[in-house]
């Protein structure tokens, strides 16, 4: 048995490295994640040193020849050093992805489930409710949910976590309802195993790779919707270093010529975006071929 | 499946004002409105009656196209709404009709010529256009043809300095009616950049369903048959294996017209485009909850609506569906 599983470990990762795009991805988000980690000691300065150095302001990086050394992106409008508010950036931003996706994920891996695997009126309800929440577009809901609860960051994590909860109840929902019709499940109700640990032992171990590779391509859209919510002003508040709040504080001063300020966050939006979508195509491919597109 | 749907959305945003911290009678008379003033409120509402009986009255009001007054600005939400209907449909109009022609041409070229170079530039092209933050887009386009090269306006929906004459609220429409050339110039001048930006991600997603749909059809037997006969490939690829390749697009472009009102949001954001989705954010941000209500069922109810027009167009494209 033991054998058997590291045999199938070993062949994921082999297929894992035929597949180029996954393993882009794969870099991509090892990138940044390390960019978070370290924001301490490899950002040149500051992210949002006090008291603002408003002489500084609007200042562009090295192609000009007005850059000001050691800040190589340019500065903002409070003349804060883009290249640091991005590499902090990275931290808040995709904390912020994990942490809504985590939501999504124990909330619906618990709908799913008790939907799957239960039936009746539980997945009538459940489903119900999905249905519903599926009626709006996300970041629509997710903006309702934060004029309930409120701005800020934390908020906008939570409201995003809300509104992914039904897509990942219903990727876990309906496998489980193909796994509960296997055999070894029918062999475990035959010896008596109790349902809690048929759920624990078995059906959820067997559904967890469309909740992986879903799990990714949310981590992608969430990361998205963090932003957006933090360009609308509804999310991350001033000073937090947040790419979307950096943009939609800094995209009015393109008139005046100052693209810097404005375009590199959102490159970085970008290709976090990007490299988790790259990942989670790979994964898919690799973990679940019936589910390709 | 609409009527529960549209049911439960009427719940959610009944409830907004309920679930708002605070006493919904003081959210709706305003932070600053004096005792008096909320406890008439309270009644003229019904504020004091148990929450079902509240509903109820809300419901009845709601589908009597009352929504009630907007906080900010004292007017019928559903005036407010209706108002900015207009703008918002022309943009997500033209954005989906861009994205349509685009994509699903970008596909079938992608599909008809697979592993070519022209494959791999439009998947290529395609792969940043699904991870693309719009906002971003929106202020590069902005940036690139509004700033620095100054061919297309940054912002709005028309020159102030054109006399204008709304009727529809359509603004292409109504210049068109009424003969204004220079108000349809300005007009298409400032629909095409936010359009843009709000096409990409349906264009990018359409283009790669389209590919991988035609793909399909193109493996099959019918289409080798049709070849054999010495059909050309034109006449193989638009005729025969397009229609039978629509399917699938048809409902990602369903989907995805929902997804454009969200992108319509930012869009609408960055561009100072006076439509629903700005509105929304200034709602929310002002603590507008009347609008916010008004706005999360307009909303709904405008996804709803398309899903049933998707579903109806499947059968006039695939025979084969019927509903009983």
Known sequence: ?293 | MLVPVLLGTSIIAFSLIHLAPGDPARTIAGQHASQKTINATREKYGLDKPLYVQYGIWLGNVLRGNMGRSIASNEYVTKEILHRFPSTFELALSAMVLAILVGSVAGIISASKQYSALDYTFMGIALFGVSMPVFWLGIMLMMIFGVFLRWLPIGGRMDIAISFHRITGFYILDSIITGNMAGLLSAVRYLILPSIALATIPMATIARVTRSSMLEVLRQDFIRTERAKGLSERVVIYKHAMRNAMIPVITVIGLNFGLLLAGAILTETVFSWPGIGRYVVTAVRMRDYPAVQGCVLFFAFFFVIVNLITDILYIYIDPRIHYK
């Open chain 1, 1 to 293: 048995m033991k054998r058997k599983q590291e045999t199938r470990a070993k062949e994921l990762i082999r297929r894992f490295k035929y597949n180029k795009s996954a393993v882009f991805g794969l870099v991509i988000l090892l990138m940044l994640v390390l960019c978070a980690i370290l924001a301490n000691y490899i950002a040149p300065n500051s992210p949002s040193p006090s008291p603002p150095e408003l002489f500084n302001k609007l200042r562009p990086g090295f192609w000009s020849k007005e850059a000001i050394e050691g800040m190589p992106l340019g500065t903002d409008a409070l003349g804060r050093c883009v290249l640091s508010r991005i590499l902090y950036g990275a931290r808040v931003s995709l904390s912020a992805g994990f942490v809504a996706v985590g939501i999504a994920m124990l909330l619906g891996i618990t709908l799913g489930v008790l939907a799957g695997y239960y039936g009746g009126g539980v997945d009538a309800a459940v489903m119900r409710i999905v249905d519903i929440m599926f009626a709006f577009p996300a970041l629509l809901l997710a903006i309702v949910i934060v004029a309930v609860i409120g701005q800020g960051l934390g908020k906008a994590m939570v409201a995003i976590g809300i509104v992914y909860t039904p897509q990942m109840a219903r990727i876990v929902r309906s496998s489980v309802l193909y796994i509960k019709e296997m055999e070894y499940i029918e062999v475990q109700k035959a010896i008596g195993s109790s349902n809690s640990r048929i759920i624990f032992r078995h059906v959820l171990p067997n559904s967890i790779a469309p909740v992986i590779v879903y799990g990714t391509l949310m981590l992608a859209t969430a990361i998205l919707d963090c932003a957006a919510l933090g360009f609308l002003g509804l999310g991350a508040q001033p000073p937090t270093p947040e790419w979307g709040a950096m943009l939609s504080k800094s995209y009015s001063y393109i008139v005046s010529g100052a693209w810097w300020a404005a375009t590199f966050p959102g490159m970085a939006i970008l290709f976090s975006v990007l490299g988790l979508n790259l990942l989670g195509d790979g994964l898919r491919d690799i973990l679940d071929p019936r589910l390709r597109i």
